[in-house]
């Protein structure tokens, strides 16, 4: 009996000891990244944290009628001039992104990169993804247009941006973001340099489609302008869509005010008012090959 008893309180122990581990187990924090905070690497106009698995290819159209204004004269902005740029993303590793394009307005070349330093976990350790993003684009319209001053150095500008981003629940993420624009050289009465901030998000409302909408404003410090009071000071650029995603494909439609596709154009150069018919509409889409 004596020894009946002594086996079943070692077996006791055991059984609450491995309980206990088991439980502990359980309580670590999952570490593992939170799925898809956003559908693409693009939001409207705005970069997100957003890079597709390593060794993947991504094609991208970026798409812009003319504005509304003209109304029905020129089908509110469809036989307007538009905008269009062509890209092409590759993601050398899971966090880093490497890519180029080619842009109709002012027949930009552009290179980019994109890099998460911190990425969202699903455990809450990690609260916030951090991303990296950076483009230099070189302005290739003729002499004839620009002028012989804007030599090879003259015609590139360039943008960096910080991210941050924070994917709510399964329907909700927002992220939020501060740039700074330079161009090498511009037209009188135009900023060499400009910094922003900017806030986009999307809701999604099925399992392939969310609402989109994003924000990027201008900010006019006294210590960068080179003219005081501005001579020309760009418009905030305000869009809002929608977007379809599957696996390998994500369309976005939407009503915006900036005309450029570049990050640094709309920063820079952007004079659609939005609350004068400057609006205008796009459209993205995205298409992934992995390899």
Avoid: C
């Avoid at 080619?102 to 809450?124: E, F, I, M, S």
């Avoid at 400009?194 to 990027?216: F, L, M, P």
């Avoid at 418009?235 to 869509?241: A, D, F, K, M, R």
Wanted: charged share 20%.
């Amino acid at each position: 009996m004596k020894k009946r008893i002594q086996t079943i309180l070692v077996l006791s122990v055991i059984f609450l000891l491995s309980g206990n581990a088991f439980a502990q187990e359980e309580e670590e924090p999952d570490m593992s990244p939170v799925r898809s905070p956003f559908e693409s690497g693009l939001l409207i106009d705005k970069q997100t944290m957003q890079i597709p698995y390593k060794n993947t290819l991504e094609f991208q159209i970026h798409h812009r009628f003319g504005t509304l204004g003209n109304g029905v004269s020129d089908m509110f902005g469809l036989y307007a001039p538009s905008n269009i740029r062509l890209g092409l993303n590759y993601s050398l590793s899971d966090d880093f992104m490497v890519g180029m394009g080619a842009t109709k307005g002012k027949k930009y070349t552009d290179l980019q990169a994109k890099y998460n330093v911190l990425k969202q976990t699903r455990g809450g350790t990690v609260p916030v993804s951090v991303t990296l993003y950076g483009n230099a684009a070189i302005d290739g319209r003729s002499e004839d247009m620009l002028g012989e001053e804007f030599s090879l150095y003259n015609r590139l500008v360039y943008f960096g941006e910080i991210i941050v981003s924070h994917k709510f629940d399964y329907y909700f993420s927002l992220q939020a973001s501060a740039s700074f624009s330079h161009a090498n050289k511009v037209r009188e009465g135009y900023e060499h340099d400009k910094a922003a901030a900017s806030v986009a998000g999307k809701y999604r409302v099925s399992a392939q489609s969310s609402i989109i909408a994003n924000t990027e404003f201008p900010l006019h410090i006294e210590g960068m302008q080179e003219n005081v009071p501005l001579n020309i000071e760009p418009e905030p650029n305000l869009g809002v869509g929608w977007e379809i995603s599957t696996a390998t494909h994500v369309f976005q439609v939407f009503v915006a005010n900036g005309y450029g596709i570049i990050n640094q154009e709309n920063v820079m150069y952007n004079q659609n008012d939005f609350s004068d018919d400057g609006w205008l509409i796009g459209f993205n889409i995205t298409r992934l090959w992995s390899f």
